[in-house]
């Protein structure tokens, strides 16, 4: 009889996954989304049916679990997802604009501008560009473009390797200061 009892206390109030609605023994693993909690197989979004692991993107519509994809993007659009009584229009709209911003960082090669391939300097590229950095670490713009037809590079590239010249000369004083500045204070502390 107490058997019986357990068994129907259980079954009224066992956690129950998100996804089957079995009962979800006490030792089994199971995945969280919010409030809800799936068996691992049972992890799955509703409209691809493709398995989310840990740490995927993904939310919880509608009792329905859902990946953060284009899939995703298709099921908030579609009319049948539409639920008024939740969520308005407008707070849909701000939900899938801010799924799609956070999309359009890092991992969406679409956005993402093709890298330019890093020049490389030859010899006589780089004595000509020292030669000129002695007589002037700022070179007026004339004597940029004489320097790119010399060099056959773009005046972009002359500019830039410029820039980082003087960025590279400032470090080394700085650096220089710094050290000086550590020797007398060194000196100092010697004599007292």
């Not at 890092?106 to 993402?112: F, G, L, R």
Request: with cysteine.
């Amino acid at each position: 009889m107490y058997a019986h009892l357990y068994l129907l206390l259980s079954s009224l109030f066992a956690v129950r996954c998100g996804g089957c609605a079995e009962a979800i023994s006490p030792a089994e693993l199971v995945m969280r989304a919010g409030a809800s909690a799936f068996h691992l197989h049972c992890f799955t979004c509703k409209v691809c049916s493709c398995r989310l692991q840990t740490g995927d993107r993904c939310v919880l519509r509608e009792g329905q679990l859902l990946c953060a994809r284009e899939d995703y993007h298709e099921f908030l659009a579609s009319p049948a997802s539409s639920n008024t009584a939740s969520k308005s229009d407008d707070d849909e709209e701000e939900e899938l604009r801010q799924v799609k911003h956070r999309r359009g960082g890092a991992d969406n090669p679409e956005t993402k501008r093709p890298k330019r391939p890093r020049t490389i300097l030859t010899t006589q590229q780089r004595r000509t560009f020292k030669a000129s950095f002695e007589v002037s670490s700022k070179p007026c713009r004339k004597v940029r473009e004489t320097l790119a037809a010399e060099t056959g590079l773009s005046v972009r590239v002359v500019q830039v390797w410029f820039q980082n010249q003087r960025a590279k000369m400032k470090k080394l004083a700085r650096r220089q200061q710094q050290q000086e500045q550590q020797h007398i204070q060194e000196q100092r502390e010697r004599t007292t």
